[in-house]
């Protein structure tokens, strides 16, 4: 079993629709990384939580330490939102990946 | 400076070849990772330099063999791949629980 578990694993939904996508972990982490990766590029770091809720522009991250849980919600989806979204739970120097979720929006 | 940057983006060499791939940051990260990824699952940690010690090695064959000349610099360097070692090479860095910010990556395909 994984130590983060990330679901969905694919998403397609319409241009302008509310998306969430969950994130649970099971191991002890100091933060945790929400990434997104378009096809065939590189890793960007969308946010970096260890409590509480983030936002920046139509992205919302939060999480419950308590339960282990991580939430990424996109407002207004867009096509240019069509990405893999990658959640990470950090220790010190090491990074627990999820397994990913790959998300289409169609126009 | 906010960006670790990686080089090539792209690569293709044969099985005979040695090249090296090289990441730099200029923010004044004190750890940098090398990551290997194929395609559709997460990345995989190689290497991971701390104060421009090696910290931890992820059993990666000898073939691939890192280096941190500077707390800037990290390369990696590539002799007698396999075809099986194609896939996209991400270079990341961190200064304590402040963030990680990766590369772009370098896709590297052995022929």
């Known amino acids: 079993k994984n130590e983060v578990e990330q679901s969905p694993q694919n998403l397609t939904a319409q241009e302008g629709e509310f998306i969430t996508i969950n994130c649970s972990y099971s191991?002890?982490?100091?933060?945790l990384h929400w990434l997104q990766q378009h096809p065939g590029g590189g890793i960007v770091s969308l946010f970096m939580?260890?409590?509480g809720k983030k936002k920046h522009g139509r992205l919302i991250a939060t999480i419950n330490i308590q339960e282990k849980h991580s939430s990424l919600h996109i407002t207004a989806s867009h096509p240019r939102d069509s990405a893999v979204y990658i959640c990470?739970?950090?220790?010190?120097?090491?990074?627990?990946f999820g397994t990913g979720t790959s998300l289409t929006v169609i126009p | 400076d906010t960006e670790v940057t990686q080089t090539p983006k792209h690569l293709v060499m044969g099985m005979t070849n040695k090249k090296s791939l090289k990441c730099e940051q200029h923010?004044?990260?004190?750890?940098m990772y090398w990551y290997k990824q194929k395609a559709k699952k997460p990345p995989e940690l190689m290497f991971v330099?701390?104060?421009?010690?090696?910290?931890i090695n992820e059993s990666v064959p000898s073939r691939f063999s890192p280096e941190c000349p500077n707390s800037s610099l990290l390369n990696l360097h590539l002799h007698a791949l396999q075809p099986e070692d194609s896939a996209l090479y991400l270079c990341?860095?961190?200064?304590?629980?402040?963030?990680?910010?990766f590369g772009s990556g370098t896709r590297l395909t052995v022929v």
């Open positions: 990341a860095s961190s200064q304590a629980d402040y963030g990680y910010t």
């Open positions: 191991v002890g982490i100091s933060a």
């Open positions: 939580l260890s409590s």
């Open positions: 990470a739970g950090i220790t010190g120097n090491q990074f627990y």
């Open positions: 923010m004044g990260h004190r750890a």
């Open positions: 330099y701390s104060y421009e010690k090696l910290s």
